[in-house]
């Protein structure tokens, strides 16, 4: 059975802290690994990775992937209120006819708060 | 933002009854999921669609049906709702199986009394 494991469950950091969010993974013929982040709506795309070792990076989020050890980071630096959230990892695995499908198999994600 | 629209976005229903949930695209991808999203376990994906009338399980699909005769629709039926269907479902929407990225849309959330 594919699992995702998220870490820490839920972090409370003040302003201008940096965070590193962890995802583990343990999945049969692996594709991809996504983050997204959710606040009170819809999950929200961020990044997706799929070779080791290269950082893709957007503003103050950064994230990179190592498949032979199977987790990925997700890095916040100078956070801010804006950045509370539950973050999600997904990893992507093809499934069905044909591998028609790419399944997301989801962790349970990181709850975080930022406080002024 | 893509363009994928959930009706109703919120419903109270009793149980025994039967629910359908609508999930409309303007995007003309090709692929789309229905998942549901409870405390604790996250977004588990319920059934999912990779052409017109092309549909399959995926780890929660004991209880729902789902049905896409267009490209821009995929609904998913409760045939008889239960309390434990209660949950927040979202849709979601990819380009192609290689794609991976998958756009969600806005939820609805589902009680079942």
């Known amino acids: 059975e594919d699992k995702v494991v998220q870490s820490p469950l839920s972090l409370v950091v003040h302003e201008g802290d940096t965070v590193t969010l962890n995802c583990s993974y343990e999945v049969t013929n692996f594709r991809s690994l996504l983050w997204y982040k959710q606040e009170k709506k819809a999950p929200t795309f961020l990044f997706m990775l799929t070779s080791s070792g290269i950082e893709k990076k957007s503003g103050r989020l950064s994230s990179i992937l190592d498949k032979k050890e199977l987790f990925s980071i997700l890095n916040i630096t100078a956070t801010q209120t804006g950045d509370s959230a539950i973050y999600l990892c997904?990893?992507?695995?093809?499934?069905?006819?044909?591998?028609?499908?790419?399944?997301?198999?989801f962790g349970g994600g990181t709850r975080l708060m930022v406080k002024p | 933002d893509a363009g994928i629209t959930q009706s109703p976005r919120h419903k109270v229903t009793e149980t025994g009854t039967p629910v359908t949930l609508r999930c409309h695209q303007t995007e003309n991808h090709r692929y789309m999921y229905w998942y549901r999203q409870d405390p604790g376990h996250g977004l588990r994906l319920i059934h999912y669609?990779?052409?017109?009338?092309?549909?399959d399980k995926g780890e929660v699909s004991d209880g729902y049906s789902v049905s896409r005769s267009k490209t821009e629709d995929f609904l998913l039926t409760l045939e008889s709702a239960t309390s434990s269907q209660t949950s927040v479902y979202f849709c979601?929407?990819?380009?192609?199986?290689?794609?991976?990225?998958?756009?969600f849309g806005p939820g609805t959330r589902l009680t079942v009394l």
């Open positions: 979601a929407i990819s380009e192609s199986s290689w794609a991976d990225t998958q756009y």
């Open positions: 997904a990893v992507g695995v093809p499934r069905g006819f044909n591998n028609a499908g790419n399944m997301l198999t």
């Open positions: 669609s990779y052409g017109v009338k092309d549909t």
